[in-house]
């Protein structure tokens, strides 16, 4: 599985590099797995909510992943960059839109559940975001489910921050067996949440 994990200005770091560090430690294991950074404009530089900048490996569309991996960051804090304003912006919600439409999978993380969902995405099906924000999702039309991952098929979605390890490591389990999503939770000292 090839994966993309997205990154815009104002994202919230964690969402991006905890995924990114576990879908890596399962591919070092031998995991059918590559994942890459693609910037969702450019592959210049990004600059993420608390200010750690990332060299993205490439644009995004640039190649045609399996699965794009969407953060979150921003939207409660309402600051000027992140999830919020890539929704208020459009251009990420109807690339997500179009990917999906061509049969690329996508999995969130925090509120990038929300970017999702405003691109139509979550309607009617089963989603989670964080948990301040479950009544947007709501009102997007997702049928919300409490919990820290959701997998409904060609969608994933994951709560809060830390979900995203959860996310990361579910995704490892449906493609190379829990014997390796458990050797990579063991190497990052992270106690699986089910």
């Known amino acids: 599985m090839d994966i993309d994990v997205l990154l815009f200005a104002g994202f919230d770091e964690l969402d991006a590099v905890g995924p990114f560090e576990?879908?890596?430690?399962?591919?070092?294991?031998?995991?059918?797995?590559?994942?890459?950074?693609?910037?969702?404009?450019?592959?210049?530089?990004?600059?993420?909510?608390?200010?750690?900048?990332?060299?993205?490996?490439?644009?995004?569309?640039?190649?045609?992943?399996?699965?794009?991996?969407?953060?979150?960051?921003?939207?409660?804090?309402?600051?000027?960059l992140g999830a919020r304003t890539e929704v208020e912006r459009g251009v990420l919600p109807a690339r997500l839109a179009e990917w999906h439409g061509s049969g690329i999978a996508l999995a969130t993380v925090c509120t990038g559940a929300l970017i999702a969902g405003s691109a139509g995405l979550l309607r009617g099906r089963r989603a989670t975001t964080h948990h301040e924000n479950l009544a947007d999702l709501a009102a997007m039309g997702a049928e919300v489910i409490g919990g820290r991952v959701v997998d409904d098929g060609d969608v994933l979605t994951a709560g809060g921050v830390t979900s995203g390890l959860d996310l990361a490591l579910h995704l490892v389990e449906r493609e190379a067996g829990r014997e390796i999503a458990d050797r990579v939770a063991a190497d990052i000292e992270y106690d699986r949440q089910r």
């Not at 600059?47 to 644009?59: E, S």
């Not at 569309?61 to 921003?74: C, E, Q, S």
């Open 22 to 80: 576990v879908l890596a430690s399962a591919r070092d294991l031998g995991a059918p797995i590559s994942v890459a950074l693609a910037g969702v404009d450019d592959d210049e530089p990004v600059t993420a909510a608390h200010g750690l900048r990332i060299l993205p490996d490439h644009a995004a569309g640039h190649r045609r992943p399996d699965l794009y991996l969407v953060p979150g960051g921003g939207w409660n804090t309402r600051v000027p």
